[in-house]
């Protein structure tokens, strides 16, 4: 039989992918300039989640230009 354990264990920290934060926004384009602004500021504050949105905008906007 096994022995579980009887206590709690530290937590598991798992690396970003830092692919969820990478976009290069498309020169001259303002919607662009605004996502990266907002990615950079949300990297500022370390809110992942608005960092991860703000470059998915910037990669999806440069695929439809």
Sequence with gaps: ???P???SENPVELP???WLVEG???RGCKPCA???NKRDQ???RNDW???GA???DIRSHKQSH
């Design 1 to 3: 039989m096994s022995n």
């Design 5 to 7: 354990n009887r206590y």
């Design 42 to 44: 949300a990297l500022k």
């Design 54 to 56: 703000a470059a998915a």
């Design 49 to 51: 989640r608005a960092a």
């Design 16 to 18: 970003l992918d830092g």
């Design 34 to 36: 605004a996502s990266h």
């Design 24 to 26: 290069h926004p498309v």
